[in-house]
């Protein structure tokens, strides 16, 4: 008659249940680390938005200082004609309107739950406007050297009429 030993079965038993024990602890562990993963998402999610606001707030500062600063160095050159200083203010004013219409919408994106967006979507939506802004910076170096192109080539053209000829 075959003996049959009980032991190993137990034995067999007990590793069985403690290998179920383990597993069920590293599912626990998995659930944890999709969780802290989530979290740290979220949070890099929150830095980049921090990121491009202070991106396009910083850009709007130096916005606002060139316009300022450019804008009256442009208007009290003699150089410039009356007729001219309405529409260099307009050009001046239009991308200060559109700077300040740009912060009113990021502040709407960045306020309320916005269309229900995610995140990913409202970081894209405020890339999007700090590369508008760095725009708006270029153009506006663009206009202020345009202008001082024009004025030295008035300055230029007033010293040329006005010089006193040597014959």
Excluded: C
């Amino acid at each position: 008659m075959p003996v049959y030993d009980n032991t190993n079965f137990i034995s067999l038993a007990k590793q069985l249940i403690e290998s179920a024990k383990q597993t069920a602890e590293m599912l626990k562990m998995v659930e944890q680390l999709n969780a802290v993963r989530e979290k740290i998402e979220k949070v890099n999610n929150a830095v980049r938005q921090y990121q491009a606001v202070r991106d396009i707030t910083r850009n709007n500062e130096q916005l606002f200082e060139m316009v300022r600063d450019d804008l009256r160095e442009v208007l009290n050159s003699p150089y410039i004609h009356g007729d001219e200083v309405e529409v260099i203010s307009n050009a001046f004013n239009g991308i200060m309107e559109h700077s300040m219409d740009q912060l009113d919408f990021m502040g709407q994106v960045l306020s309320n739950d916005f269309l229900n967006m995610t995140d990913a979507e409202r970081l894209a939506i405020l890339e999007a406007q700090r590369e508008e802004s760095q725009k708006m910076l270029a153009d506006i170096k663009h206009r202020k050297k345009r202008y001082d192109m024009i004025i030295s080539f008035r300055k230029m053209q007033a010293l040329i009429k006005d010089r006193k000829p040597n014959y």
